[in-house]
């Protein structure tokens, strides 16, 4: 089955480049070969319990807004990097480039794999939970 052949190459990858995030883009912005991709980097980032977060739509359901600052230009330069370095965006590299222009400094984000609480933050869920219990047996 491709998707587990391509959901080994993405755990393969996140354990060798030791991945604390993946950012993709969101399923429904691609094309069927794109939303392959994004499942498989899911399924991948659940095993490895590294959070995924995607570029989406800015006013798509669940969406924050982040703003690149000063660094916008440089994280432009990335993504057309990025890009470029995929043969297989080869056709469709001018129009992505071009619609990267159009974008300004910030980028609209979701998490499709959110990250695992840490152990200080399920204590203090816990601790918080216990406390209103013991208020409202009062």
Known sequence: HPGADLTQLVRHAIRRYCADLLLVMAPEAGDPDDTAVVLAVCAAARQADVPVVARAAPRASGTWMIDLGADAAIARAIQKSAAAAH?????ALPELI???DLLDGREALRWLVPPSPSPEHV????AARGKSHEHDTR
């Open 87 to 91: 043969q297989s965006q080869s056709e």
């Open 123 to 126: 204590t203090t869920i816990l």
């Open 98 to 100: 071009r619609r990267l």
